[in-house]
C-alpha cells in the first residue's frame, strides 16, 4: 500500500493514468475510493497523471489526535510533499469542497508550479466571516459513516476547516486558468460565484438543478468543460 509519512503519520495516495500531472483532492466524508466510484479516474486518467491522496482523518490515511495535522496549510504541505517525493514539479489541481480549499491554499503558497486550478462546490471565503451552511454532527453521523471513517479525524478536521482564514488577494494576483463550478442549488452557490470573479482568468460554470455533492457525483454534467481546460489551457 503506498504512503508517505509526513510529521510521523502516514498518509494514502495512488497514482494512475498518462499525461500531464493532476492531482485529485476529494471532499469531506470521503477519500480516494469516491474519485473512482464516481468514475472521474476512468474520465481522466487517459490524458492525465492522477495523482490522489486521502485527506488526514480519511480513506487509508492516518486519523491523528492534533488538530494542526487537519489544518488546510498542514494538508498543502502533505501533498508538496508527495509531489516532491515522486518527483513532479509543475499540476494542475481538481479539488471539490473541502479539497477546494487546499487548491486555493496552493495559490497562496505554490502558484508557480500551478498549471491551473479546478474547484467545485467551494469558495474562498473564512468560515468565520461566511458560517458554513453545511456542517458536521458526531451525533447524527449514519451507521455507514461511523464504520468507515474514524469519529475523531472527522471532528478534528471539521474544526480545522472552521478555522481556515481564506484567501482573497493572492487571487487577484493568479493569472493561471481557473475553473469553478457548483450545482445551482448548492447553499454556496453565490458565494463561489463571486470567488470566480477574483481570478483574471476564470470561467464559472452552473450546473442547473444539482445540489452541493450533486456537482461532484454527476461528472456528465462538467466532465467536457474540465477536460477543455485540461487539454487547451493546463498544460506548460
Known amino acids: 500500500m503506498p ?4 510529521k510521523g503519520n502516514n498518509y494514502y495516495y ?8 493532476l492531482v485529485l483532492i476529494h471532499p469531506y466524508m470521503s477519500s480516494i475510493f469516491h474519485w473512482h466510484k464516481s468514475g472521474w479516474v476512468d474520465l481522466l486518467k487517459r490524458d492525465n497523471q492522477l495523482i490522489m491522496f486521502d485527506y488526514p482523518g480519511h480513506g487509508k490515511s492516518s486519523s491523528p489526535k492534533s488538530i494542526e495535522h487537519y489544518y488546510v496549510s498542514n494538508v498543502t504541505e502533505i501533498l508538496i510533499s508527495l509531489l516532491n517525493e515522486i518527483g513532479i ?42 458560517k458554513k451552511l453545511i456542517t458536521y454532527s458526531e451525533e447524527n453521523l449514519p451507521p455507514i ?21 481564506g484567501i482573497h ?46 456537482a461532484f457525483w454527476r461528472t456528465n454534467r462538467i466532465v467536457d468543460q474540465i477536460r477543455l481546460i485540461l487539454k487547451n489551457k493546463g498544460r506548460q
Not at 14 to 21: A, Q, V
Not at 186 to 195: A, G, Q, R
Open 14 to 21: 495512488e497514482t494512475t493514468g498518462n499525461g500531464s500531472p
Open 89 to 130: 514539479n509543475n499540476f494542475s489541481v481538481f479539488g471539490f469542497s473541502m479539497g477546494g480549499r487546499v487548491c486555493f491554499d496552493l495559490i497562496k503558497k505554490y502558484k508557480d508550479r500551478l498549471n491551473c486550478i479546478i474547484v467545485g462546490g467551494m469558495h474562498s471565503n473564512s468560515p468565520k466571516t461566511h
Open 145 to 165: 459513516v461511523r464504520h468507515k471513517f474514524d469519529a475523531n479525524g472527522l471532528k478534528l478536521c471539521n474544526q480545522a476547516q472552521n478555522e481556515w482564514a
Open 169 to 214: 488577494d493572492e487571487i487577484k494576483d493568479f493569472s493561471k486558468p481557473a475553473l469553478l463550478f457548483a450545482g445551482s442549488e448548492d447553499p454556496y452557490y453565490n458565494w463561489i460565484k463571486s470567488t470566480s470573479k477574483l481570478f483574471s482568468n476564470s470561467e464559472f460554470i452552473t450546473i442547473d438543478g444539482l445540489g452541493h455533492i450533486g
Open 3 to 6: 504512503l508517505i509519512e509526513v
